[in-house]
């Protein structure tokens, strides 16, 4: 499993260029309350870090992942 | 008061607020009698209709008429039943021959509208643990499709095939997959790349399931859609069309080559749980069917039209969705709701039908005024469209 330090500032990198707000990310920050991302931006988000993990995420996934946290622990268990 | 209807209090707002501007409803317009597929009298007014799916005007073919009214008269008004118990009359089975004369393919299964169409196939073939790889710009009925099954729902970015073969390469080892895709996406009026990705798909193993609902009788030398005119409808899993388009009635349909097609007409609850259509309906689409296998000349003429207005309405300054015309549709892009909704009012009081279209419907937010052309549009009538749409968009300031 790869470490999951790693995987967590991996994964702020890719939100950053979506952080239009400028907004303090942390493991509890919300994608939809608190980066205030509509559901394109969502895709788009999720495109690039497919990519960038080289995973899927389904929208299955998609539906059971509502903050930063819970993206980081979905990607340890995808890259397990 | 709170109650489970709270929850659309934002669009009630919005919606208030566009129409205490004075503007007519744009979602509200009501045709008090159609002239003919291409002329309606909207609020007194003759206007010309450049927002109907009418591609092949076929909803006033003579032929067509009389077959409906036979029907009506031979087998009565509805079959109040489902296909598999006690729906299926001789017409149904004649209007499935039809579609496979016209695709040339061993089966064609045919569906109470082409949303339920998309919403039994894609249900029904994709089953849980199995993927489903869609463009995210698809329509609506797809995306219910893949809620209504428990299927794994893999989007990747429009009309991308690298994208899409990423995706697909990713796909766990043994699991089944399933490629939807459309042959014009209805919003901006643009054709997929199929023969592309339907090799990249048939390359990862995955079955093709291609949506051909806006190209049907006009796209490909017999009308067979985009797969046709790109040369690779032979690996096309499964067509999926429509009777409300080019057909020029209601009704949805799957046609495919698959040797075990038949036994989703047990398995396919959309198929199973709902009345079949209507006999004038099925005897309409199967007489307007076969007349399009036929229409080269239609197909032509539709052709010139959609070019000349593209070409037109660019030359007057406005934005379109797609750098030359690619099908029947031609999408302007407005730069917001209210110009929009100002624009589609203007171009009501010349006497000129077109489609609003917003969010949720369009890709990236855009707000669209969609015009579909039609193969009975006359030379003079698109003429008559370009200098509507300069007079509106100079009085709302959209052009210059």
Redesign the interface.
Known sequence: MPDRQQTLAKVLETIAPFNKKGADVTEATRFAQDLEW???TV?DFV?NV??EF???I????QAEIETVGQLVDALQKLKA | MSDLFSKFDPLIEQRDTLLESGITDPFNLVMERVESPTVAICNGRRTILLGTYNYMGMTFDPDVVAAGKKALDEFGSGTTGSRVLNGTYEGHKAVEQALKDFYAMDHAMVFSTGYQANLGVISTIAGKDDYIVLDIDSHASIYDGCALGNAQIVPFRHNDVEALEKRLKRIPEGAGKLVVLEGVYSMLGDVAPLKEMVAVSKANGAMVLVDEAHSMGFIGAHGRGVSEAQGIIDDVDFIIGTFSKSVGTVGGFCVSNHPKFEILRLVCRPYVFTASLPPSVVATAATSIRKLMDSADKREHLWENSKRLHAGLRQLGFTLGTDEAQSAIIAVIMPDLETGAAMWEALLHEGLYVNLARPPATPAGMTLLRCSLCALHSEEQVGEILGMFAAAGRATGCIS
């Not at chain 1, 389904?58 to 996934?61: E, T």
């Open positions: 509509d559901s394109l895709l495109a497919e990519d080289d995973v899927l389904s929208m299955n996934m």
